[in-house]
């Protein structure tokens, strides 16, 4: 195809993946941290257009939150299929990294996303607030463990190749 070797192809396509990847996550985090301020606005304030924001804006994050999730899976079989020589030789670092956002990043928004999006009526204002802040504090501890593991490949310090 145009020449181009396997290799380029598996580049090509990591490159569309992640560039696609990299919107959802940002937008996510960024609206998780805004739902939470405006459901805490809400609750202080009682009024009517904080609530009508937060609906408003809890549509599109959870489009958002679900395609970071679909674009982050494709990415993570690109990084074991396309690029398996990566993973073997860094795997012992950038695992554990990304078992960690998965263990407490990832768990704690999806436990918490579903009485987030669907518990309006069927649990308190304050049980709810706390779904919101659990799943913005997720987003954010998601966010630490990504740019740890991301800081290791550009950088990658306390890991030594003895004889190869």
Known sequence: MFGLDAFMLARIQFAFTVSF?????????????????????????R????????LFWSKIFAVNFGMGVVSGLVMAYQFGTNWSGFSEFAGSITGPLLTYEVLTAFFLEAGFLGVMLFGWQRVGDRLHFFATSM?????????????????WMHTPQGHEVVNG
């Not at 990847?21 to 304030?45: D, R």
């Not at 504090?137 to 800081?151: H, M």
């Open 21 to 45: 990847h990299i919107i959802f996550p940002a937008i996510t985090i960024g609206l998780a941290c805004y739902l939470a301020v405006l459901e805490g606005l809400w609750l202080k304030t």
């Open 47 to 54: 009024e009517r257009e904080y609530k009508t924001l937060y």
């Open 135 to 151: 799943v913005a504090l997720g987003t954010v501890i998601s966010a630490f463990w990504i740019l740890a593991s991301n800081s």
